[in-house]
């Protein structure tokens, strides 16, 4: 296994800047994910690392060594495809026997790892079949075991679950952490769902114009998002802005009328511009001890999501979407009182 | 900086494969396209060793080559009893370009009207319609010319016999001939062409298009000109140019003529002068006069080029031929409809198969002996393909050629493609040009280019047509249809996802080996379709195998040995053995197209348009 090392990678394509001075380490074992909106350049990381893209600036380095000038086919890495990238003319056999053939292993042993890495996927009895003759999800399995038979260093997957349908996917998207945490390949993986991204990591890097914005566990980029760009990315919020009137344990905040206290993220001082993030699973109805951070408004707007009451309150300082248990008593047009707890609020400098 | 990662970006394109398949396929394109055409450039603007426009100014103050003033002809004239449709002479280059643009207007509103009524109408016996409309793209170089004539001949004319002796439709007799005539048989001859293109572009067109405009209230021939109309101009303005090119290097419709009737007319273009002046270079040299007539026919078609390049270089061609998901919208064709649609059909059919139908008369009777109608059926003539040895010498000159040229084609078309769709090399958009090029280059042209250049540079040498044309024809077939075998092969291209490569070098594979373990098995039959092409196509070459063919005459393949005949160097009767030669070339031509369709999939690769 093997620890990756970016430092300062910079991709330009014409004028777009796919990745810019990207720095950063994924641990040996690890399971590493890219996630940003499309066109973010994560992506293009994952194909610098692959060695499939050139860095115009900066340096990859696989354990220490300095593998930026390697071709793709001395790296020894395992890739899964978006689209698999099955070879159609080949069976399943021959798909994943590929890779051994080109390091000369005995027929024999291919023969036997084939089989092996086959069972590892479940994807025993189908290795005559061709790509075509296969379920999605059975596409992306070869794929996997296709990359995971030569035994690499590193797993690199891109979006590999995109075009399953939500059902397998999620199916999908237990077995891999399963079969990673089974074999402790290092393993960096791209997706745009942060769902996925959060369920499988171990770190996640959130990626916007081909900047890497935050990097930490996926409890860190939710709870304490280093700016607005991943606090709005990662889960939904509800964004107010604000001016610093204390600072103490935590930080008050005067948004119009309103007084509320939470956490900041990075230094304010009193006077600051702040923005103030809200998460909608973070408001109750229970009152708190302190006055703070009450918000009440009108409803503007809500619907019943099976078991939970979402609803848009429009408050003197903006709009807030809250989250409630759906036994709340609340109504269009009416008025409605909620609490949220200092702890939960995010405040970050404008 | 940027030139910093630039390079790099070319120090990892550069793998051997990739770096072999450049500097090929630019090797073979400056040797065997760019240097000959320079060639001739330079004698054209040379004289007295210094750059000079005296040829030019020699050329059009000459009224034989460029005369705005009429210099004889017969154009609707009544003499006796007969009609004459000539055409009126206004020299060499001003002829060439009325007959081209003539031809070029005419086969576009043919193709059109057939096109527009294919994709859009449904009515009982399209299908068949479908595929006699392309009887005039089977080969029948020289013979077509030969046959119009004599359907055309005033007295003992078929048309004429018909129609002025028997029913007595005609007031007179009408004689098409000359400039006129060559005009008809191109027409005939070329219309197919705009007619796919145009076909093409309406079934690939997004039926929504034409819905949503419809239900905005355009209907009939509004929405045919705000709509569909522009929707198909890349199909039309392709198919309109390749017709114009086409026409302009034609030798075969007015070699036809000259050898059925000697009509002076017949000679004056320019693609006959040069052929002309060619004939006269078994002594060793071209004049500059013919270089400066082959810039100019160059620069016309190129011209020509330059206005549809956006449609035909290899990556316009990959987007514009995507789509065709969808179901084309097509109506049913009512009662009144079918009234026209039919006899539209059927007179355009026949007459264009009149050069098909009369090849086939040729061949397998003794028409061309007998006068007015066949009397009796003989298979002396098909016999003679097997047994007369210069015929036979002529058919194993051709498979000789065209077998080497497909090889070549084959592996120029691949790597060429593979450059041009995979790598970031600078010049591949250049390199994009050049194998689109030739379209540009009349054949005739080709030939003035090798033999000023093979001779000039490589005398004595196996590479001097004086010496030897073989391997020369076979260059010249093998560049000749590169654009339209490139093309096949990159559609191939386009359909293998970078990321199937990708991933073999992920697993250890390099360039070399996962492109022939995943690229050459995913676009095999995309080559061997570029490759049945080629073959077609080599085999029923005019320009350069009646020109440098001649050079030596056992040398010659068949389209020369069908030239010489109808050219009247061979004995009376010997035209039926030049129809064999053609039925030869059209069963060539429809197996290909039965192996293209059925076996390979590949509707267009036959007719390489």
């Known amino acids: 296994m093997v620890k990756v090392s970016l430092r300062n990678i910079t991709k330009r394509f014409g004028k777009v800047v796919a990745a810019d001075h990207i720095t950063l380490d994924i641990q040996d074992g690890e399971f590493f994910t890219f996630l940003g909106p499309s066109g973010c350049g994560k992506t293009t990381t994952l194909r610098l690392i692959a060695g499939l893209e050139v860095p115009d600036e900066g340096r990859v380095y696989f354990d220490d060594v300095d593998v930026t000038d390697w071709p793709s086919y001395r790296r020894g890495v395992g890739m899964v495809f978006q689209n698999y990238a099955l070879w159609p003319h080949m069976t399943v056999f021959d798909n994943v026997a590929y890779g051994l053939k080109i390091r000369k292993v005995p027929q024999s042993e291919i023969k036997s790892k084939v089989k092996e890495v086959l069972e590892l996927v479940r994807l025993e009895g189908l290795e005559n079949r061709y790509p075509h003759q296969l379920s999605g999800g059975q596409q992306q399995r070869v794929a996997l075991a296709r990359a995971l038979v030569v035994e690499p260093k590193l797993l690199l997957l891109d979006e590999p679950l995109s075009n399953l349908d939500a059902k397998l996917r999620i199916e999908m998207r237990e077995e891999l952490k399963e079969l990673q945490k089974r074999l402790g390949i290092t393993t960096i993986y791209v997706t745009h769902d942060q769902e996925e991204a959060m369920v499988l990591s171990d770190r996640i890097a959130i990626m916007n114009n081909g900047r890497v914005e935050q990097v930490g566990t996926p409890q860190e980029v939710y709870r304490r998002p280093s700016n607005l760009f991943v606090a709005t990315f990662i889960g939904r919020t509800s964004v107010l802005e604000g001016v610093v009137t204390a600072i103490g344990d935590f930080v008050e905040v005067k948004i119009s009328d309103i007084k509320v206290k939470g956490v900041a993220i990075n230094e304010v001082s009193v006077g600051d511009k702040v923005y103030v993030v809200l998460r909608p699973h973070d408001f109750s109805t229970r009152k708190e001890e302190e006055e703070v951070n009450i918000f009440e408004g009108v409803v503007e707007w809500m619907a019943f999501t099976g078991g939970l009451l979402e609803a848009r309150i429009g408050i003197s300082g903006g709009k807030i979407l809250v989250t409630l248990d759906d036994e709340v008593p609340a109504s269009m047009g009416k008025k409605l009182r909620v609490f949220v707890p200092w702890r939960n609020v995010i405040i970050l400098k404008a | ?609």
């Open chain 2, 1 to 609: 900086m940027i030139s910093k990662s630039r390079l790099r970006e070319v120090k990892k394109s550069l793998d051997p494969l990739i770096a072999f398949q450049y500097i090929f396929s630019y090797f073979y394109l400056i040797l065997f396209l760019l240097l000959p055409i320079a060639t001739i450039i330079r004698q054209a603007f040379l004289y007295n060793g210094a750059f000079s426009l005296h040829w030019f100014q020699k050329v059009f103050s000459d009224p034989d080559f460029f005369s705005l003033s009429p210099r004889g002809g017969m154009f609707f004239e009544l003499h006796g009893d007969t009609m004459y449709i000539w055409g009126i002479d206004h020299g060499y280059i001003l002829n060439s370009l009325i007959v081209a643009a003539t031809v070029t207007i005419s086969a576009s509103i043919i193709g059109v009207i057939a096109a527009l009524i294919i994709a859009r109408y449904d009515f009982p016996g399209k299908n068949v319609f479908r595929i006699l409309i392309l009887i005039p793209m089977l080969a029948t170089p020289f013979v077509n010319a030969y046959v119009i004539g004599k359907f055309f001949q005033p007295r003992g004319g078929l048309l004429n016999f018909i129609f002025y002796d028997v029913l007595h439709i005609l007031p007179w007799r009408i004689d098409v001939n000359g400039l006129a005539g060559i005009a008809l048989a191109q027409t005939l001859a070329f219309y197919p062409i705009v007619y796919l293109n145009v076909l093409a572009s309406l079934m690939t067109m997004d039926p929504t298009m034409e819905e949503q405009a419809e239900s905005l209230g355009a209907g009939g021939f509004k929405l045919f000109r705000t709509i569909t109309l522009p929707l198909s101009m890349p199909g039309l303005a392709a198919g309109a140019t390749i017709v114009f090119i086409f026409s302009l290097e034609d030798l075969g419709a007015p070699i036809g003529f000259i050898g059925y009737s000697g009509n002076p007319l017949a000679r004056r273009v320019m693609s006959v002068y040069v052929f002309d002046d060619f004939a006269a270079a078994v002594t060793g040299a071209i004049s500059p006069i013919t270089s400066a007539i082959a810039v100019i026919l160059v620069t016309f078609a190129v011209t020509g080029f330059l206005a549809i390049k956006k449609y035909v270089t290899l990556k316009t061609y990959a987007t514009l031929s995507k789509g065709g998901r969808w179901k084309p919208r097509t109506r049913k064709l009512g009662f009144k409809g079918m009234a026209l649609v039919y006899p539209f059909f059927i007179l355009l059919i026949l007459s264009a198969s009149i050069p098909q139908i009369g090849v086939v008369i040729l061949a397998l009777t003794d028409w061309a002996i007998s006068g007015l109608a066949p009397k009796s059926i003989t298979f002396e003539y098909i016999s003679r393909l097997f047994t007369d040895p210069n015929v036979v010498r002529a058919i194993s000159n051709s498979l000789l050629y065209s077998g080497a040229a497909v090889l070549l084609a084959v592996i120029l078309g691949s790597c060429s493609t593979y450059v041009i769709a995979r790598s970031k090399l600078p010049g591949t958009d250049a390199l994009d040009s050049l194998l689109t090029m030739p379209i540009a280059v009349p054949g005739i042209v080709v030939a003035v280019g090798y033999f000023l250049f093979f001779t000039g540079f490589f005398r004595g040498t196996i590479l001097d047509p004086l010496v030897d044309p073989a391997l020369l024809l076979i260059f010249a077939y093998s560049v000749r249809r590169l654009p339209f075998t490139a093309r096949s092969v990159f559609a191939g291209l386009q359909g293998v996802h970078e990321s199937l490569e990708e991933v073999a070098t992920t697993l250890g594979a390099t360039r070399f080996k996962s492109f022939f373990d995943i690229v050459i098995p995913l676009i095999a039959a995309n080559v061997i379709g570029g490759g049945i092409l080629t073959f077609v196509y080599s085999m029923s070459e005019v320009s350069t195998s009646v020109t440098l063919g001649a050079l030596r005459e056992d040398r010659g393949p068949i389209t020369f040995y069908i030239s010489q005949v109808i050219y009247g160097t061979a004995a009376v009767g010997t035209v039926s053995v030049a129809a064999a030669l053609c039925l030869l070339l059209i069963t060539v031509q429809v197996i290909a197209l039965a192996v293209s369709n059925y076996i390979l999939k590949q509707r267009v690769a036959f007719l390489g348009i």
